[in-house]
């Protein structure tokens, strides 16, 4: 069966350093890999994804992720956090075996400090 | 384009009622999918539909709850007799395909609270 660590319940940083929050995954086949953002009470937002290509994706907001095939990660990165990055971020990778929809890890809480 | 649509927001039942959570896909998203998310926890998939068909419901529980998605109208999570380990976030999301190739849509929740 498919699964996704995101190995840091939390991840602080101080605004303007880089910042990444990691992931790995397990899952028959091609990985389909996503990112997603939440804000307090709100739903999730969509960051970037990898399907195939290039192993560094580039999405939304300045974040990019690195696809590793040999270590089975996708960490999140942006090169100078910013306060409002702060928030709850998801990795998650298609169902495996022929099966749709999403597997999530349990998320990570990014803290940017002043 | 107004993006995946879910109410309500919030949902407070009894115990022993009914709860019915209501999405509306994106325009010319024909596939569906439920999740809930505990309290400190991620998302956790439910069902999986398309236009009166339930494609996989291996994360549904057993009893009391239920999914559709008619022909006409927004899909409907219903979950019957409500007990206090239902309050949760329930998210809907939608895609055009059911490949993942296109990412999927997600909508902003309902949030159940059952007293």
């Known amino acids: 069966a498919q699964s996704v660590a995101q190995p840091e319940d939390q991840v602080n940083v101080a605004e303007g350093n880089p910042l990444t929050v990691k992931c790995t995954y397990s899952?028959?086949?091609?990985?389909?890999l996503f990112w997603y953002v939440q804000y307090p009470n709100r739903g999730l937002q969509f960051l970037l994804k990898y399907i195939t290509g290039d192993n560094l994706v580039k999405g939304s907001y300045g974040f990019e992720a690195e696809f590793n095939k040999s270590q089975t990660s996708f960490h999140l990165k942006k090169p100078s956090a910013l306060v409002s990055d702060s928030a709850l971020y998801f990795c998650?990778?298609?169902?495996?075996?022929?099966?749709?929809?999403?597997?999530f890890g349990k998320g990570t809480h990014l803290i940017i400090q002043p | 384009n107004a993006g995946v649509m879910q109410n309500p927001r919030h949902l407070v039942r009894r115990r022993g009622q009914e709860a019915r959570l209501r999405c509306s896909p994106m325009k010319g998203h024909s596939h569906v999918y439920w999740y809930r998310q505990l309290p400190e926890e991620g998302l956790k998939f439910m069902v999986y539909l398309q236009k009166e068909n339930i494609i996989d419901e291996s994360g549904m529980p057993k009893e009391r709850f239920s999914a559709e998605f008619p022909k006409e109208g927004p899909s409907i999570l219903r979950i019957q007799q409500v007990v206090r380990g239902d309050s949760a976030a329930y998210f809907c999301?939608?895609?055009?395909?059911?490949?993942?190739?296109?990412?999927?849509?997600f909508g902003s929740g309902t949030r159940l609270t059952v007293v």
């Open positions: 999301a939608s895609s055009p395909s059911g490949q993942g190739k296109t990412g999927y849509t």
């Open positions: 899952v028959s086949g091609n990985p389909y």
């Open positions: 998650a990778v298609r169902r495996g075996g022929g099966a749709d929809g999403l597997t």
